[in-house]
């Protein structure tokens, strides 16, 4: 079993910055290819961004792009999401997951472990 646990959440006026941080025991991380999700009240749970276990390739979905890095320390065992600019459509829980087998996917059930999320609020 891998825990997931994110951290970095919270209150944030629009145009500021958060950097969410997503930690794992897990013993073989660096061969994990990592993403981030999110779920905003009412709607279904989104891609946001994906890492490969190389961190070599990364993927963003549109409405992020260049405001959002996803990042990995393998030393730590660690992926990160700095996200910069931030909008109050960004408000939503935000959920990082690990696909222990294959590359880095914007498809959710690909993953197989996941975090218990951290709450982003972003007021306008």
């Known amino acids: 079993q891998v825990q997931l646990v994110e951290s970095g959440g919270g209150l944030v006026q629009a145009g500021g910055s958060l950097r969410l941080s997503c930690a794992t025991s897990?013993?073989?991380?660096?061969?994990?290819?990592m993403g981030w999700f999110r779920q905003a009240p009412g709607k279904e749970r989104e891609f946001v961004a994906a890492?490969?276990?190389?961190?070599?390739?990364?993927y963003y979905t549109d409405s992020v792009k260049g405001r959002f890095t996803i990042s990995r320390d393998n030393a730590k065992n660690t992926v990160y999401l700095q996200m910069n600019s931030l909008k109050p459509e960004d408000t939503a829980a935000y959920y990082c997951?690990?696909?222990?087998?294959?590359?880095?996917?914007?498809?959710?059930?690909?993953?197989?472990?996941w975090g218990q999320g951290t709450q982003v609020t972003v007021s306008s």
């Open positions: 890492l490969s276990s190389s961190g070599d390739s990364t």
């Open positions: 997951a690990a696909r222990i087998r294959g590359g880095a996917s914007m498809i959710r059930r690909m993953y197989d472990y």
């Open positions: 897990a013993r073989t991380f660096s061969n994990y290819a």
